[in-house]
């Protein structure tokens, strides 16, 4: 999250957070959307990303990244999930800043399995520690979370998923905020699938406003499986507060033989949401 007035920790906007919850926050559905599922890693396997997001409003520019994100299946329908970011707050008037950006961590935990008329249901609690430096616009300087709840449904070669939670910021400036979100996904082939979302942050801190996001992207495979990917997406509100966000990275898996569906059905990236996605 972006602290814009240098002289006291009463930020206008909370960009580089946000990213983290669009991002956001995601190990399977949320990268490279803001919206994210709750299916967690398979038991004894791994994922790890390196990335870079954008978000834009009038006025400046935040990035998050060089970025990089692991996750653990630390237990059966539980991962655990860690972002270490550097990130970059670059205003239309004033001095650009770069360096270490807050780290994320988080608990991804299902405890409704998917059946044939059932949706399979979890949350995903993220936890962002104040590492970057709130005086130069990297950071919001102090600890706060997000706790959602998502649902998540296939249908051959569809997947949706969505749900939302609020974000809680105890800060000087800031507000604490809700969030929701819903995505529709379709496997193209082997290779490719795409997705698009309907993502909603309300008002992040004293300055902003609540927005309504539409985002396009996807999954690329390089080997025709969930092992090496790329990932992307790009959107812009339709309502509210002008904002623009971006993701590119770069996804590998690894671990024991695993049962679950291909992570192009909705298991990739880890969702987090900028708005700070988890909020602007």
């Given at each position: 999250?972006?602290?814009?007035?240098?002289?006291?920790?009463?930020?206008?906007?909370?960009?580089?957070?946000?990213?983290?919850?669009?991002?956001?926050?995601?190990?399977?559905?949320?990268?490279?959307?803001?919206?994210?599922?709750?299916?967690?890693i398979?038991?004894?396997?791994?994922?790890?990303?390196?990335?870079?997001?954008?978000?834009?409003?009038?006025?400046?520019?935040?990035?998050?990244?060089?970025?990089?994100?692991?996750?653990?299946?630390?237990?059966p329908?539980?991962?655990?999930?860690?972002?270490?970011?550097?990130?970059?707050?670059?205003?239309q008037?004033?001095?650009?800043?770069?360096?270490?950006?807050?780290?994320?961590?988080?608990?991804?935990?299902?405890?409704?399995?998917?059946?044939?008329?059932?949706?399979?249901?979890?949350?995903?609690?993220?936890?962002?520690?104040?590492?970057?430096?709130?005086?130069?616009?990297?950071?919001?300087?102090?600890?706060?979370?997000?706790i959602?709840?998502?649902?998540?449904?296939s249908?051959?070669?569809?997947?949706?998923?969505?749900?939302?939670?609020?974000?809680?910021?105890?800060?000087?400036?800031?507000?604490?905020?809700?969030?929701?979100?819903?995505?529709?996904?379709?496997?193209?082939?082997?290779?490719?699938?795409?997705?698009?979302?309907?993502?909603?942050?309300?008002?992040?801190?004293?300055?902003?406003?609540?927005?309504?996001?539409?985002?396009?992207?996807?999954?690329?495979?390089?080997?025709?499986?969930?092992?090496?990917?790329?990932?992307?997406?790009?959107?812009?509100?339709?309502?509210?507060?002008?904002?623009?966000?971006?993701?590119?990275?770069?996804y590998?898996?690894?671990?024991?033989?695993?049962?679950?569906?291909d992570?192009?059905?909705?298991?990739?990236?880890?969702?987090?949401?900028?708005?700070?996605?988890?909020?602007?």
């Amino acid at each position: 999250m972006i602290n814009r007035n240098r002289e006291r920790p009463t930020p206008a906007y909370v960009p580089l957070a946000w990213l983290t919850l669009l991002l956001a926050s995601s190990a399977f559905a949320g990268p490279p959307f803001q919206t994210d599922d709750p299916e967690p890693i398979e038991y004894k396997n791994y994922e790890f990303y390196t990335f870079a997001a954008m978000a834009r409003i009038p006025g400046e520019t935040d990035i998050q990244g060089p970025a990089v994100e692991f996750n653990w299946g630390a237990l059966p329908n539980t991962h655990l999930h860690v972002i270490v970011p550097t990130g970059a707050y670059l205003p239309q008037e004033g001095a650009h800043t770069f360096g270490p950006a807050d780290i994320e961590l988080g608990v991804k935990y299902r405890f409704i399995q998917e059946s044939k008329k059932m949706p399979q249901i979890g949350t995903f609690t993220m936890f962002e520690i104040p590492t970057g430096n709130a005086a130069r616009g990297l950071g919001v300087g102090t600890t706060w979370y997000k706790i959602p709840l998502w649902a998540q449904k296939s249908f051959g070669a569809w997947t949706t998923y969505g749900g939302g939670g609020e974000a809680i910021i105890p800060a000087a400036g800031y507000r604490n905020y809700p969030f929701a979100g819903w995505l529709l996904q379709r496997e193209l082939n082997k290779k490719l699938s795409l997705a698009t979302e309907v993502f909603y942050h309300g008002q992040a801190t004293d300055d902003s406003r609540h927005a309504t996001m539409i985002d396009v992207g996807g999954y690329y495979k390089f080997h025709g499986d969930d092992s090496f990917q790329l990932l992307f997406s790009y959107g812009h509100s339709i309502s509210g507060q002008a904002e623009q966000y971006a993701y590119l990275g770069f996804y590998w898996t690894w671990g024991e033989k695993r049962t679950d569906r291909d992570k192009s059905q909705g298991e990739v990236a880890g969702g987090r949401a900028l708005v700070p996605t988890g909020a602007f």
